[in-house]
């Protein structure tokens, strides 16, 4: 599966194209070396050197893992009490943070031939 199945994948499951998009380079880079693994040594447990990876073991998890990731990263008051939601999500989309682009990288790996 190439890059661009895995974003319309994600899309379908109803994660933002531009925060796919955004994760690109580094899913990339980390899977570069674990892709090239034999199948056999592939499975669902596989942490892929992050220690936060090592309990999710399907893609239902990823998704729930990435939007859950998304809410908390979106959800920020100023001292006045007006939601800064807006503002997060532009940041969101220009800098993922480090979690969920571990999270991606676990649901790309996981939709690459794990056993």
């Given at each position: 599966?190439?890059y ?6 994600m ?5 933002d ?33 992050y ?5 999710i073991?399907?893609?239902?998890q ?6 859950d ?47």
């Open positions: 599966m190439n661009n199945e895995f974003k319309f994948a899309v379908l499951h109803g994660i194209e531009r925060l796919v998009k955004a994760c690109e380079h580094f899913i990339i880079k980390e899977n570069s070396w674990v892709l090239k693994r034999p199948i056999e040594r592939r499975t669902e447990h596989s942490d892929l050197g220690a936060e990876l090592a309990d073991t399907s893609l239902d990823c998704l729930l893992e990435i939007k990731a998304i809410e908390m990263s979106t959800c920020d008051y100023d001292s006045l009490g007006r939601s800064l939601e807006k503002l997060r999500t532009k940041q969101l989309y220009k800098e993922p943070g480090k979690l969920i682009k571990r999270i991606m990288l676990k649901a790309f790996y996981l939709q690459n031939g794990t056993i």
